[in-house]
């Protein structure tokens, strides 16, 4: 009996992803486990394994947004299985390795001079439409009227892939009536364009919550140095006592446990505005932004407060590497209160920061250089690092902000303060 691929439920928040790739084609034999197709949360990337040995039959085209517990594809035991699986569902066009471009909006596209662009279709009265079965299925899921669509399957047959073009399309414009980027200016049209590339998934998710950040809060940003003297021998005494098997401990592990302890002092920096209410969590859940290849992301330490830097590290370092794979769980992203962006490895020196929305605090944090630094009467070599904090000043005064960061400040130049 063919076993079912189905799109699994990886967190509480998940509902629905994308299929972004098959990596196998309709037919090939796949091992157990081995990989079998990508799919994209708002979030993050993920591989689905397949769930048997066997002859793998696709039934689900790349690019469409699928269910949560929703039917994607068989794994047939044997060639028989496989035939059968054939007569009864139609097998997509599958492209291995697709997912490693950015997918280009064809919507958006400038068609070719060659090329006509078909306006939108309007049936006759009493005329049949021509679809397939997998198609009318879907445009009953989409309420789509197959009635206004252009078939590109043999004598004009509505197939699935028209149907996944023209909810495309419609959520491509959805999405830019809501969040208007604004047109192109005149002069554009004396430019040429080398490629278009749709705005969707991670950078969907990034570019609206940027937008809604800074539309819907009042943010102020405040700028400090601190001496990063403490902070390099901490690590250096963490690093000198390492065990078997035990990660390094980075400056951000010992960064987050800094912002933890500040943030318990003044939990007016961990909490969002909802309404007509300001809501101060409880818990103190801090996201570290990382750069995953396809976007910004932000996984969560949580409880920060309540563990220790060596913890701390060991997960942060956990987080980093899954990252990396694209193995990060969509909850892994979700809940977070208060968020850290260190761009120090690049050699940024200092930066504004905008906030990861709804929260309502960001620390940016620059690198750590040495500068001539007037101490105790004498200029000295020290090394300084920048600390920006940005916050909604609706909720956050000046002041408060100002005590939070010498706070953070305190503790990153004399980590004894956290004990």
Same mark, same amino acid.
């Given at each position: 009996?063919?076993?079912?691929?189905?799109?699994?439920?990886?967190?509480?928040?998940?509902?629905?992803?994308?299929?972004?790739?098959?990596?196998?084609?309709?037919?090939?034999?796949?091992?157990?486990?081995?990989?079998?197709?990508?799919?994209?949360?708002?979030?993050?990337?993920?591989?689905?394994?397949?769930?048997?040995?066997?002859?793998?039959?696709?039934?689900?085209?790349?690019?469409?947004?699928?269910?949560?517990?929703?039917?994607?594809?068989?794994?047939?035991?044997?060639?028989?299985?496989?035939?059968?699986?054939?007569?009864?569902?139609?097998?997509?066009?599958?492209?291995?390795?697709?997912?490693?471009?950015?997918?280009?909006?064809?919507?958006?596209? #400038?068609?070719?001079?060659?090329?006509?662009?078909?306006?939108?279709?309007?049936?006759?009265?009493?005329?049949?439409?021509?679809?397939?079965?997998?198609?009318?299925?879907?445009?009953?899921?989409?309420?789509?009227?197959?009635?206004?669509?252009?078939?590109?399957?043999?004598?004009?047959?509505? #197939?699935?892939?028209?149907?996944?073009?023209?909810?495309?399309?419609?959520?491509?414009?959805?999405?830019?009536?809501?969040?208007?980027?604004?047109?192109?200016?005149?002069?554009?049209?004396?430019?040429?364009?080398?490629?278009?590339?749709?705005?969707?998934?991670?950078?969907?998710?990034?570019?609206?919550?940027?937008?809604?950040?800074?539309?819907?809060?009042?943010?102020?940003?405040?700028?400090?140095?601190?001496?990063?003297?403490?902070?390099?021998?901490?690590?250096?005494?963490?690093?000198?006592?390492?065990?078997?098997?035990? #990660?390094?401990?980075?400056?951000?592990?010992?960064?987050?446990?800094?912002?933890?302890?500040?943030?318990?002092?003044?939990?007016?920096?961990?909490?969002?505005?909802?309404?007509?209410?300001?809501?101060?969590?409880?818990?103190?859940?801090?996201?570290?932004?990382?750069?995953?290849?396809?976007?910004?992301?932000?996984?969560?330490?949580?409880?920060?407060?309540?563990?220790?830097?060596?913890?701390?590290?060991?997960?942060?370092?956990?987080? #980093?590497?899954?990252?990396?794979?694209?193995?990060?769980?969509?909850?892994?992203?979700?809940?977070?209160?208060?968020?850290?962006?260190?761009?120090?490895?690049?050699?940024?020196?200092?930066?504004?920061?905008?906030?990861?929305?709804?929260?309502?605090?960001?620390?940016?944090?620059?690198?750590?250089?040495?500068?001539?630094?007037?101490?105790?009467?004498?200029?000295?070599?020290?090394?300084?690092?920048?600390?920006?904090?940005?916050?909604?000043?609706?909720?956050?005064?000046?002041?408060?902000?100002?005590?939070?960061?010498?706070?953070?400040?305190?503790?990153?130049?004399?980590?004894?303060?956290?004990?």
């Amino acid at each position: 009996m063919p076993i079912e691929i189905k799109i699994p439920k990886l967190g509480l928040t998940m509902t629905e992803a994308t299929l972004t790739a098959w990596t196998v084609c309709a037919g090939d034999a796949v091992a157990l486990n081995q990989i079998v197709c990508l799919i994209e949360t708002d979030k993050v990337s993920l591989e689905m394994e397949a769930p048997a040995a066997g002859l793998v039959h696709p039934i689900v085209e790349p690019g469409r947004r699928v269910a949560v517990g929703e039917l994607i594809g068989y794994v047939a035991e044997d060639e028989a299985a496989l035939e059968a699986l054939q007569s009864r569902y139609e097998a997509v066009q599958t492209l291995p390795g697709a997912a490693d471009e950015p997918p280009v909006a064809e919507a958006l596209q #400038v068609p070719p001079a060659t090329e006509a662009v078909l306006p939108p279709r309007k049936a006759s009265l009493g005329e049949r439409i021509i679809a397939s079965p997998a198609a009318r299925k879907r445009a009953e899921m989409l309420s789509v009227d197959l009635a206004a669509l252009w078939g590109s399957g043999p004598g004009g047959r509505i #197939v699935l892939a028209d149907l996944e073009k023209a909810a495309q399309i419609a959520e491509d414009e959805r999405f830019a009536d809501r969040f208007d980027f604004g047109a192109m200016a005149p002069e554009s049209e004396m430019l040429s364009v080398a490629k278009t590339v749709a705005i969707r998934g991670i950078r969907k998710i990034i570019s609206r919550n940027m937008k809604l950040s800074l539309s819907s809060q009042a943010q102020l940003t405040l700028h400090t140095e601190a001496s990063a003297g403490g902070l390099r021998d901490t690590r250096a005494l963490f690093n000198a006592r390492l065990e078997e098997g035990q #990660v390094p401990v980075s400056y951000n592990a010992i960064i987050v446990k800094a912002a933890a302890c500040a943030l318990r002092r003044y939990p007016m920096l961990n909490a969002v505005v909802d309404g007509r209410e300001v809501k101060i969590w409880q818990q103190i859940h801090i996201g570290m932004a990382m750069d995953s290849g396809r976007g910004l992301i932000v996984p969560k330490i949580r409880n920060a407060d309540t563990k220790s830097i060596r913890v701390i590290a060991d997960e942060l370092a956990d987080l #980093v590497e899954r990252a990396r794979q694209q193995k990060l769980l969509p909850d892994e992203l979700q809940g977070g209160t208060f968020t850290i962006t260190n761009l120090g490895r690049w050699d940024i020196d200092g930066f504004t920061p905008i906030n990861n929305f709804p929260e309502s605090a960001i620390l940016g944090v620059g690198r750590i250089v040495e500068k001539p630094w007037v101490r105790d009467g004498e200029v000295v070599a020290e090394p300084r690092m920048a600390l920006s904090l940005t916050f909604d000043h609706r909720i956050i005064d000046g002041a408060l902000g100002a005590r939070f960061l010498k706070t953070l400040k305190d503790r990153i130049e004399d980590t004894r303060l956290m004990l």
